[in-house]
């Protein structure tokens, strides 16, 4: 049971983070709660290293 918590606690501040970044924190929620929060969190990463520094977003 606290695995399930921590596993939680983990994707919401996945979601949390790409919500301040003014991205989907439903997608990055999503991922997290279905593959695991690491995978969420390089997602993220990868998804903010392309906006900004591939495509020149913000």
Do not use: C, E, H, Q
């Amino acid at each position: 049971m606290g695995w399930i918590l921590i596993w939680m606690v983990m994707a919401s501040a996945i979601a949390y983070l790409a919500f301040r970044l003014n991205y989907n924190p439903w997608v990055f929620l999503l991922i997290s709660v279905l593959f695991s929060p690491v995978i969420g969190l390089l997602s993220l990463a990868t998804w903010d290293y392309y906006k900004t520094f591939i495509k020149g977003y913000r």
